[in-house]
Structures are given as structure tokens and as C-alpha cells.
């Protein structure tokens, strides 16, 4: 957190990230961050494109858009890797976490 907060962020101090700068400020740097690493990748992504299709591959299997072949920001679609089962296992253990807690607040 302290090297994001000095490094990425470009601010003089860790002072000034805690004690000097407003959340609208931080919002607003994060922002900024966030618009310069998207840029980056685009840019590598623009490399990384024309690369792959400059070799004597079989274009029947290249992806077609830059998008196709990597997406970035709002392109990129987000697939959960957690099932119903896995959350309905986790909602089970935190009922019986919280019933735990409870019994043992009750005991005191």
C-alpha cells in the first residue's frame, strides 16, 4: 500500500497520502492510475496484435479483433469461477461461523 501510495500516485510524502489528502483527491489519482495502466496494456496490446499475425500462421485461427485477443476495461468480459455449490457452501459456513460467535457471546 505504501509504494502504490507514494509511487503510483505520485505523492511527496506518506504524510501527505494520509493526513493531507482528501478522499476526492485519492479518488481522483486512482482514477488517473488506473486510465494510465489501461493505455499501457492498449499499447502492448497494439504490439503484442500485429506481432502474432506478422508470423506464417493459419489466419483461420488467429482472433480476428484485437478485442478477441485481448481484452482490456470495459471489453473484458469478467467470468465468475465460483459455482452455486461453492456459494452456497461458503453461506453455510458463515451461518455456522456467526452461530459460533453468537453461542460464545452468549456464554460470557
Known amino acids: 500500500m505504501f509504494s502504490f501510495a ?20 485519492y479518488q ?4 488517473s492510475y488506473n486510465r494510465q495502466c489501461e493505455r499501457e496494456d492498449r499499447n502492448f496490446r497494439e504490439v503484442a496484435f500485429q506481432s502474432m499475425w506478422s508470423f506464417n ?6 482472433p480476428k479483433t484485437k478485442e478477441k485477443y485481448w481484452a482490456i ?6 467470468k465468475s469461477k465460483i459455482t452455486d455449490a ?3 457452501a461458503m453461506l453455510k459456513a458463515q451461518e455456522q461461523y456467526q452461530k459460533e460467535v453468537n453461542e460464545r457471546k452468549v456464554k460470557r
Open 86 to 88: 461453492h456459494k452456497i
Open 28 to 31: 481522483l489519482r486512482l482514477f
Open 57 to 62: 500462421a493459419d489466419p483461420k485461427l488467429l
Open 73 to 78: 476495461g470495459k471489453d473484458r468480459k469478467r
Open 6 to 25: 507514494i509511487g503510483e500516485l505520485n505523492a511527496p510524502s506518506l504524510h501527505y497520502v494520509f493526513y493531507t489528502m482528501t478522499w476526492a483527491e
